[in-house]
């Protein structure tokens, strides 16, 4: 499965605020739970039709996390909560810009870290950490993981982003961006590299947040995603 890999921005206190509000809403967080559902309501058709079942569906794990809880025990829960998570995420951040495509992004990008960190690269600053860092430490209660790792999310704070994309231009023409890794498997596809330029529009404060998945965008503020095609 091959991963398109965007990104966008939000403040992650907006974000989290949606997390138990339900009951006490304001009126524009309502506005914005409208856009959520749609889009929740929208993903679950699209799984209909494809015949997934995850036990539990989007819209119902959305209402979860609205409610301050994710306690499904259904074995594909862990999907739906992170999917419905993304579409809190989607309401309340910039539209994205897309990185790239992937085929096998992990193992890429764990490669590119061992690179980087060879020519210099602080590890904090290492791509596949920010890529893959999951959800935000601070999210209330505890989120199932998904049963086959997607869609993921990752986060980076806004204070490290330009230090990022220095660090890897600094660097850029001594990595063979291009070449197939780990026999043939793990290769870049398409146009876009960590640390490609974008980060620098962002509001000081934010967190650049990243998710994997397969969804639209819209709505009048969105954030950093990393969406899986299926």
């Given at each position: 499965m091959?991963?398109i ?14 997390l ?20 929740a ?78 020519l ?20 209330p ?7 086959d ?14 230090p ?40 000081a404060?934010h967190d ?23």
């Amino acid at each position: 499965m091959s991963r398109i890999i965007s990104f966008s921005t939000a403040d992650q206190a907006d974000v989290l605020a949606f997390l138990g509000a339900a009951g006490s809403l304001t009126q524009e967080q309502q506005r914005l739970v409208g856009y959520m559902r749609e889009d929740a309501h929208a993903h679950q058709a699209d799984l209909d039709r494809q015949g997934l079942d995850w036990g539990l569906s989007v819209p119902d794990a959305l209402e979860h996390l609205l409610a301050d809880h994710a306690d499904s025990s259904a074995l594909g829960a862990g999907n739906a909560y992170y999917s419905a998570f993304q579409h809190i995420i989607d309401a309340n951040a910039s539209d994205p810009s897309e990185l790239g495509v992937y085929s096998m992004p992990s193992t890429f990008f764990g490669l590119m870290d061992q690179e980087l960190h060879r020519l210099g690269v602080s590890s904090e600053l290492l791509p596949h950490g920010f890529l893959f860092a999951g959800l935000p430490a601070s999210v209330p209660f505890p989120i199932p993981c998904p049963r086959d790792g997607a869609p993921d999310i990752g986060m980076l704070a806004l204070a490290k982003a330009k230090p990022a994309a220095e660090a890897y231009r600094a660097v850029l023409d001594r990595i063979p961006l291009r070449r197939r890794a780990v026999d043939g498997t793990a290769g870049v596809r398409a146009r876009g590299v960590a640390g490609q330029p974008g980060h620098r529009v962002v509001h000081a404060g934010h967190d650049l947040l990243l998710d994997q998945r397969r969804g639209r965008t819209g709505g009048t503020r969105r954030l950093a995603r990393l969406r899986a095609c299926f």
